[in-house]
């Protein structure tokens, strides 16, 4: 039998069933709550039960359609299953028009009903997602800073909070896209230098030529074509923070001469005599581990060690997969104030994504993928082609299934769910493609849109 995973709350008055039906569900992977009565349902579902409800309609007391009708009340989207008998199908069907996920006349193979619970349970779990994804980006709307609960994160900010208001050199070290700006700005913004400038400047971004007059500042006459005096980076940020990006890219002379500065709290500025002292707060980032000889190539490790006082690590995506959705939807309510769009619900293709990618450009890319849904295109083509590919080490007819289910998943995906466009594009006849649905327990209701009624079924063709 297929295994399922989920919460179920299975409701029968039949006390041999219920055992029986049970026994059944927890083989296949559910784990189930038993109930003998519709009234003990209601003191275990809520808004925040994450399963489904599968209830028989004939029962002492309150009915199957009765519970349906207090289940709907607390949480439209929780999706019911009802058990019927061979004279209730007409009930069961006018209860299909009022939102009941699907209904399974007795007598029933358990495969059939572990099917429509897979089914169920998919939809379910994609309603909580997009609940916490709203969740998320509410937050978003309060700007929340370094968002996550992974352990490593958690430390972080507990770290930040910290040092904040100490005047200790700060050498942040992570991949590409990790955030560390974000943990530079939050140095700044939780300390005492806030009120001061927060200076930022990419060492890899500059032409060596133009670097040092950026940072240091220079006086008017000092080289050919500085007409006016500029105060560089370096005093500007005095008494707040100045941040230097990819520190690892700066020109070798430069590291001389920042060394300098960070040992005096002093700096000379091109075509000067005059030494000015600075109130000087430095946080530095690099993408490559500074303390290993072969990744520091030509940086100073004498500037090194000055700068790593307090050494930060921050973890890539990968580490922290369990924030990707936090993370998802705080950038998915960015996007959709800054597109002015409301916020876009995750149907399973991005979900899939979510759950499967790797994020090589980490925090930085999956922003740009919130950018991508919020205005309606999900993942990319690639992505996509990619998923299709069948596992390699299958048998060839498993393979050529896999394939096949997939091209149908995707046509249904593209078409919302109609029937009928899926079967238009993919040239199957109406008959041919009921058949590959039921082989490959595919329903074309967990396609369309999550708000949208169960009602959608009856107008297949």
Not at 96 to 120: C, H, N, Q, S, T
Request: with cysteine; net charge neutral; aromatic share 6%.
């Amino acid at each position: 039998m297929t295994q399922g995973s989920g919460l179920v709350a299975l409701v029968d008055d039949d006390a041999d069933l219920l055992h029986a039906t049970t026994q059944l569900l927890e083989l296949a992977g559910f784990t189930v709550i038993a109930l003998d009565a519709a009234e003990a349902a209601l003191g275990v579902v809520d808004t925040d039960f994450d399963g489904v409800v599968v209830s028989d309609i004939r029962m002492p007391g309150m009915n199957g359609l009765q519970l349906f009708d207090r289940v709907k009340a607390v949480d439209p989207d929780l999706p019911v299953i009802l058990v019927t008998g061979h004279g209730d199908v007409d009930l069961a069907v006018a209860a299909l028009k009022d939102g009941v996920y699907d209904f399974i006349p007795k007598p029933y193979a358990g495969e059939r009903l572990v099917e429509a619970l897979k089914r169920a349970s998919e939809k379910r779990r994609l309603v909580m997602e997009n609940r916490r994804l709203r969740q998320a980006a509410a937050l978003a709307a309060d700007g929340m800073p370094l968002i996550g609960e992974a352990p490593a994160i958690r430390r972080l900010r507990e770290t930040l909070r910290q040092i904040a208001d100490m005047d200790v050199d700060v050498l942040v070290e992570g991949e590409t896209g990790t955030g560390k700006e974000v943990v530079a700005d939050l140095l700044h913004r939780w300390g005492r230098r806030r009120a001061k400038p927060f200076v930022a400047l990419n060492c890899g971004a500059l032409p060596e030529t133009v670097i040092e007059s950026e940072l240091f500042g220079h006086e008017a006459g000092a080289f050919t074509g500085a007409q006016r005096r500029r105060i560089g980076r370096i005093e500007h940020s005095s008494g707040g923070t100045l941040f230097l990006d990819e520190i690892e890219s700066m020109p070798p002379a430069l590291q001389v001469k920042l060394l300098r500065v960070l040992e005096t709290r002093s700096l000379t500025p091109l075509g000067s005599n005059e030494t000015r002292r600075l109130d000087l707060r430095v946080v530095a980032a690099t993408k490559v581990n500074l303390g290993r000889p072969d990744q520091r190539g030509d940086f100073r490790e004498d500037l090194y060690f000055r700068l790593n006082v307090v050494t930060l690590r921050l973890p890539p995506l990968r580490e922290r997969r369990g924030d990707i959705a936090m993370l998802f939807g705080h950038f998915l309510g960015k996007a959709a104030e800054r597109f002015g769009r409301p916020v876009a619900k995750v149907n399973a293709a991005v979900s899939h994504h979510l759950q499967a990618h790797d994020w090589p450009g980490n925090v930085r890319e999956l922003a740009h993928f919130a950018d991508r849904v919020a205005l309606g295109l999900g993942p990319d083509d690639e992505t996509r082609a990619v998923a299709r590919l069948p596992e390699p080490a299958a048998a060839l007819p498993e393979r050529v299934g896999q394939y096949e289910a997939q091209l149908i998943r995707d046509a249904l995906r593209d078409h919302g769910g109609d029937v009928r466009g899926a079967i238009d594009a993919l040239g199957v006849p109406r008959k041919t493609f009921y058949d590959k649905l039921k082989r490959y327990g595919i329903a074309a209701s967990d396609f369309r849109p999550l708000d949208a009624s169960n009602r959608a079924i009856r107008k297949e063709p």
